[in-house]
């Protein structure tokens, strides 16, 4: 719920304004001032007449009607205060950047609770508390610096932390950065992250809107949501780099203590982004420079050309994109290679990295670029790497590099290291508009990062022969707790997933009686203990009725043994199949191969439900062992369409039952097209 | 080579020097002037009988004696003038930053081996060419910028690329990186960055030496030399990280485009780092980081606090040292603990990471630090974050932390993010001599690439039970190529590597008699074929003498088959060695468990021969299959110490062996202390 008096605001009053630009309502309405807000601005200070040149209000109550309101007042004061203004002045948006509230206690949180139902009521907007502001190209109201000058087309930043906003902001900013707008959300006690996206997605302008989001979340409150505005954005041509903060168990904890929100499991998260299509970031630096990428042309493929006047950068600079699966093609021996070489010194290289020399000059570098853009089909993008010994300026190569980044088709990553020799002219191909990236390794792995994040797949839910009203009607008679085995049957069938022919024996004779029906060879096995392989509870291969009947007794008189279920035998490659449900994501599948693979090299890949065929694919084309799924020194793989098939099936399937917790199937057995559940676990709780 | 008039001259002599301070020659002139070289400085310029104020001589034969001489000069005067110097004037150390050596060409290959010839007929020191030259406390013989004021316990630097060095002084200068000496290679013609390493250890001394040494490498000439004197330098207490460049198989084709020399394995890279002690690093940034964590105290353990005045970044760094293995311990309830607390705001966390609030102050900072370096055993060392919104200065705030930097006892690492906001604060805090982390998650990758390098193991070869003498006569008496399994089973014998007891029957007759000498169950498998599986060649379980005839007839018919294989049928769990000769580096060893976990999921780890015991159990346990190894769900495993033995034993074999290009032991297999060693291939070539 962002109103348009939230963006584009007609006048603005800020509550708890002061002279001294010290405080944050000090600082705020300078920067209001100071950043031209072009409405009316007004100011409310029982002691003042004006506030830094701005008319002030002893208090609320007299104020003419104000659009926007931003209250830099004590907690305690803010819901009466938004009551009035919300009643009484017509305002239809709040920022609120007191801190105070359900970050520091209970009380504050019912403060924020009565403020959120103000802005409800009233049908307004209510950013924070607890955050800086927000700035966007009406208003800069955010009482911290920088305020980045804002660019149509520079990047759209959304944040749950105030300060570490400010942070990336003098992360980015340096390394020529730009910003279209910005948001601080704080407590997020009404408008979150994924709030604020879904608003750009719902007021996206092909024509007019930038295309890069960035974002840092403590907290992720609604992932689907944040999935399909994200999603919705990326399918509009846009990009979306993230951070998550909290992805180890002592990062949660630490998050939590920060916010007060409970932190999500990090492998959710994964899962979610990779479906949303967000590339994934770890840090402020690494956030920036994903930013910086995005702000150059999109690179369409993954060859690069590095363009050098110094060996070491770029042969670093290969490493790391060769490390992130890019690649550094040889150029390709042609007419237009011999003549760009002829245009170089002698002893440059027209291989690839391009390398012209420690004297190589602004037209020779011009020359190269173009020959990459226009000649060279084997490359899709190229870092250019030029510093200085600090002999002379080079603004010339400079001025050269600003002009092709405009003109070429292609995208060019320009790596300037010379942060100290040739400041100046560094900051001045800054000031022109450009990015740049001081360090090629990191820029290196941005452009991994960017590369090896999918773009998002379609999500329509595979819903072929998995009968839901069937699933609803098993589980909502379910009980509680791990379901028996006719229970995983049915369910199995609704869903359309295959599994071998079993039965329960409760006594001798009916476990005859099932040998007879199934057939030998057969596997038996215990139902109540949980290892059943530890307890010596699982006898393969028994092939004659006298081994049913001794084996029936022997396992009966393990511990916790309720009964004994009898099962054709498969064979084949012993697959893997689990998942979990995460509170507020849905359910994240895993897959595998069973065993030790999965038990104890936890080769597994996982994806978010509902899945489709072509997640589940990419999900078995990462496995490590993949290639033994293919089939491996003779022995037949499975059928991995008819794998997938199933992955997908039981994501569906989970989808209409979010009771189920927790389950694995393992092993399924495949070879070929045949692929069966052999055994599965299922935790239900409503 | 590094003679004292190289470093610490009482005379230099630039040859090329120019009024024109764009020109190397009038640059490094310039440097040496303005860096206040305290002895005797001369010019040698046809056309001036001054430069930059400096006496000139019209040709080196009318210079008076002079001790070093910088050559600037074009590539082929350099041989003779060095020539002239060396026998007429006494110089003994020359820097040659002139290019057009072996770089470039064939003929300058030739003047290179020339200078070269020179400097060795006179016990000279040759730096270059090609190179920017070397910095040293008395002398600034470099023709770049910057020049960093030198630091005696700052970094020494040694360079093999003098573009990548100005870099990497620029990456690191303004994080307050300081530099104690800076020594470019350049061609490394005579003296390469092994050769000035050896002179740091040969000079070292405890009281007055810097403790850090940064490397940047292209390609490692000498790796027993380098091995030899970093981890000599590392038992005295240094710290060393470096960055080997081309480390992709495009990088090292871009490395030896640039340098012309040949690259190494980057394998044998990585175990020879990690053999030797060196923290390993890959990109500028990455390096200058771990360079100042190395300018830090040492942290004696892995259990860090985070100190904080903002959430975001504290629960980044979090997730980045707990992702690397460092602990972020909560900090145990304690009189202490409630004493701090009592002194910061309410709502301040004094768990871990301790938050004291964005209005924390300098005093309540100078507390926490106090307590976590006194009080909290809990903890090794620091992380403290503190940035600025842009309200105030924070100076006071850094000042403590300064105070504290030099005074505590445990490491703090400062992460000032505001550059931008605090941007005099931050230079200030430089000024005074510190370092800083800009962005904490940089930081905590760094800090992980520290904590997971090992410190060297003990060198001495392990030799009990290894018949060096026999092991050469076998390798004498080799031919080269695969060898047959005789020959196998002798070297092992001769190492003392436990082996099946097998024998080669050509014929029937033969193959029955060594059956009943070997008792049953066999294995029987055809000699010749190189993947024995894959065309059937393997019979396991063999139990009759029936069996054992119809066998063998029917491998012999086995194309390219020659003989059978008769063994005892050992069981238990399939391990892997294997070995591999690099050229230079000496053999590197992998180990893992055999079967699909190393033909598949690649999971093995390597190691530098002749390997300890320590190294080698250190190999098994980084194994991601080490679970399976120790004993998994009631299997049995293998005694971790006899395999570790077994590997160490092949590696002194090895070590005494180099003709021994390739080899495999694929399986032994192994339950409790019986490892055997089941099939091998061994590889010649002399």
Same mark, same amino acid.
């Given at each position: 719920? $962002?109103?348009?008096?939230?963006?584009?605001?007609?006048?603005?009053?800020?509550?708890g @304004?002061?002279?001294?630009?010290? &405080?944050?309502?000090?600082?705020?309405?300078?920067?209001?001032?100071?950043?031209?807000?072009?409405?009316?601005l007004?100011?409310?200070?029982?002691?003042?007449?004006?506030?830094?040149?701005?008319?002030?209000?002893?208090?609320?109550?007299?104020?003419?009607?104000v659009? $926007?309101?931003?209250?830099?007042?004590?907690?305690?004061f803010?819901?009466?205060?938004?009551?009035?203004?919300?009643?009484?002045?017509?305002?239809?948006?709040?920022? =609120?950047?007191?801190?105070?509230?359900?970050?520091?206690?209970?009380?504050?949180r019912?403060?924020?609770?009565? $403020?959120?139902?103000?802005?409800?009521?009233?049908?307004?907007?209510?950013?924070?508390?607890?955050?800086?502001?927000?700035?966007?190209?009406?208003?800069?109201?955010?009482?911290?610096?920088?305020? %980045?000058?804002?660019?149509?087309?520079?990047?759209?930043?959304?944040?749950?932390?105030?300060?570490?906003?400010?942070?990336?902001?003098?992360?980015?900013?340096?390394?020529?950065?730009?910003? +279209?707008?910005?948001?601080? =959300?704080?407590?997020? +006690?009404?408008?979150?992250?994924? #709030?604020?996206?879904?608003?750009?997605?719902?007021?996206?302008?092909?024509?007019?809107?930038?295309?890069?989001?960035?974002?840092?979340?403590?907290?992720?409150t609604?992932?689907?949501?944040?999935l399909?505005?994200? /999603?919705?954005?990326?399918? &509009?041509?846009?990009?979306?780099?993230?951070?998550?903060?909290?992805?180890?168990?002592a990062?949660?904890?630490?998050?939590?203590?920060h916010?007060?929100?409970?932190?999500?499991?990090?492998?959710?998260?994964? @899962?979610?982004? /990779?479906?949303?299509?967000?590339?994934?970031?770890?840090?402020?630096?690494e956030?920036?420079?994903?930013?910086?990428?995005?702000?150059?042309?999109?690179?369409?493929?993954?060859?690069?050309?590095?363009?050098?006047? +110094?060996?070491?950068?770029?042969?670093?600079?290969?490493?790391?994109?060769? +490390?992130?699966?890019?690649k550094?093609?040889?150029i390709?021996?042609?007419?237009?290679?011999?003549?760009?070489?002829?245009?170089?010194?002698?002893?440059?290289?027209?291989?690839?990295?391009?390398?012209?020399?420690?004297?190589?000059?602004?037209?020779?570098?011009?020359?190269?670029?173009?020959?990459?853009?226009?000649?060279?089909?084997?490359?899709?993008?190229m870092?250019?790497?030029?510093?200085?010994?600090?002999?002379f300026?080079?603004?010339?190569?400079?001025?050269?590099?600003?002009?092709?980044?405009?003109?070429?088709?292609?995208?060019?990553?320009?790596?300037?290291?010379?942060?100290?020799?040739?400041?100046?002219?560094?900051?001045?191909?800054?000031?022109?508009?450009?990015?740049?990236?001081? #360090?090629?390794?990191?820029?290196?792995?941005?452009l991994?990062?960017?590369?090896?994040?999918?773009?998002?797949?379609?999500?329509?839910?595979?819903?072929? *022969?998995v009968?839901i %009203?069937?699933?609803?009607?098993?589980?909502?008679?379910?009980?509680?707790?791990?379901q028996?085995?006719?229970?995983?049957?049915?369910?199995?069938?609704?869903?359309?997933?295959?599994?071998?022919?079993?039965?329960?024996?409760?006594?001798?004779?009916? @476990?005859?009686?099932?040998?007879?029906?199934l057939?030998?060879?057969?596997?038996?096995?215990?139902?109540? %203990?949980?290892? &059943?392989?530890?307890?010596?509870?699982?006898?393969?291969?028994v /092939?004659?009725?006298?081994?049913?009947?001794?084996?029936?007794?022997?396992?009966?008189?393990?511990?916790?043994?309720?009964?004994?279920?009898?099962?054709?035998?498969?064979?084949?490659?012993?697959?893997?199949?689990?998942?979990?449900?995460?509170?507020?994501?849905?359910?994240?599948?895993?897959? *595998?191969?069973g065993?030790?693979?999965?038990?104890?090299?936890?080769?597994?890949?996982?994806?978010?439900?509902?899945?489709?065929?072509?997640?589940?694919?990419?999900?078995?084309?990462?496995?490590?062992?993949?290639?033994?799924i293919?089939?491996?020194?003779?022995?037949?793989?499975?059928?991995?369409?008819?794998?997938?098939?199933?992955?997908?099936r039981?994501?569906?399937?989970?989808?209409?039952?979010?009771?189920?917790?927790?389950?694995?199937?393992?092993?399924?057995?495949?070879? *070929?097209?045949?692929?069966v559940?052999?055994?599965?676990?299922?935790?239900?709780?409503?």
């Open positions: 719920m $962002l109103t348009r008096e939230l963006i584009w605001p007609n006048s603005i009053v800020v509550v @304004a002061s002279n001294n630009i010290s &405080k944050p309502g000090g600082k705020l309405l300078k920067n209001l001032i100071d950043n031209h807000f072009a409405g009316q007004m100011a409310v200070n029982p002691n003042e007449e004006q506030v830094q040149g701005i008319p002030s209000w002893p208090s609320v109550d007299e104020l003419p009607p659009e $926007l309101a931003v209250l830099a007042i004590p907690a305690r803010c819901p009466e205060v938004a009551e009035i203004l919300a009643s009484r002045k017509g305002t239809k948006g709040f920022i =609120v950047i007191s801190a105070g509230f359900s970050e520091e206690s209970e009380e504050g019912k403060l924020e609770d009565q $403020l959120v139902a103000v802005a409800n009521k009233y049908k307004a907007s209510l950013i924070g508390p607890n955050c800086i502001g927000i700035i966007t190209p009406a208003h800069a109201s955010v009482f911290t610096t920088p305020v %980045p000058k804002l660019h149509q087309m520079g990047c759209d930043f959304i944040s749950s932390s105030g300060a570490t906003a400010v942070f990336i902001m003098e992360s980015g900013i340096p390394k020529g950065l730009h910003f +279209a707008s910005v948001f601080s =959300v704080g407590n997020s +006690a009404q408008v979150g992250v994924e #709030d604020v996206l879904e608003f750009m997605d719902d007021v996206f302008d092909p024509e007019t809107s930038t295309r890069v989001k960035l974002l840092y979340i403590e907290s992720i609604n992932p689907d949501k944040l399909k505005h994200a /999603r919705s954005l990326i399918r &509009k041509g846009c990009r979306i780099a993230a951070i998550k903060a909290g992805s180890s168990q990062g949660s904890r630490a998050a939590s203590s916010t007060g929100a409970m932190a999500s499991s990090d492998a959710a998260v994964e @899962a979610l982004f /990779r479906k949303a299509g967000i590339v994934r970031c770890y840090g402020r630096e956030l920036t420079t994903v930013a910086n990428v995005f702000m150059c042309k999109e690179m369409k493929g993954k060859r690069m050309a590095i363009i050098t006047h +110094a060996g070491g950068p770029a042969v670093m600079l290969t490493d790391a994109l060769e +490390a992130g699966g890019l550094i093609p040889k390709e021996d042609s007419p237009q290679k011999q003549a760009l070489k002829e245009k170089l010194f002698p002893g440059s290289s027209v291989e690839n990295p391009i390398d012209f020399l420690a004297t190589g000059n602004a037209e020779q570098l011009g020359a190269i670029i173009d020959a990459c853009d226009r000649d060279f089909k084997e490359v899709n993008g870092a250019v790497i030029y510093g200085s010994p600090g002999l300026p080079v603004g010339d190569v400079y001025e050269v590099l600003n002009k092709k980044m405009h003109t070429c088709k292609k995208p060019i990553y320009p790596i300037l290291p010379s942060v100290l020799n040739v400041k100046d002219d560094v900051a001045h191909f800054i000031q022109a508009g450009n990015v740049t990236f001081p #360090d090629e390794v990191l820029l290196g792995r941005a991994s990062r960017v590369y090896n994040t999918p773009k998002p797949h379609e999500d329509r839910i595979y819903l072929e *022969g009968d %009203p069937e699933v609803r009607r098993i589980i909502d008679h379910a009980k509680d707790g791990y028996s085995p006719e229970v995983v049957h049915r369910l199995f069938d609704a869903a359309g997933i295959p599994r071998v022919q079993e039965r329960v024996a409760q006594t001798k004779e009916e @476990a005859l009686a099932f040998a007879e029906e057939g030998f060879p057969l596997v038996m096995k215990v139902i109540g %203990p949980v290892h &059943k392989t530890d307890v010596g509870g699982v006898v393969l291969n /092939r004659s009725a006298e081994t049913v009947a001794s084996e029936f007794k022997r396992l009966m008189a393990i511990p916790e043994t309720t009964a004994v279920l009898m099962a054709e035998m498969a064979s084949g490659i012993e697959l893997f199949i689990g998942a979990k449900y995460e509170d507020r994501f849905g359910h994240i599948i895993l897959c *595998g191969m065993g030790i693979l999965v038990e104890v090299l936890k080769d597994v890949t996982s994806g978010l439900a509902p899945l489709t065929l072509c997640e589940a694919s990419s999900m078995i084309k990462n496995l490590k062992s993949y290639q033994l293919k089939g491996y020194r003779g022995q037949e793989g499975v059928n991995q369409r008819r794998f997938a098939e199933i992955i997908v039981l994501s569906s399937l989970l989808r209409f039952a979010t009771e189920i917790k927790e389950m694995d199937i393992n092993p399924l057995l495949g070879k *070929g097209d045949k692929i559940a052999v055994d599965a676990r299922i935790r239900i709780e409503k």
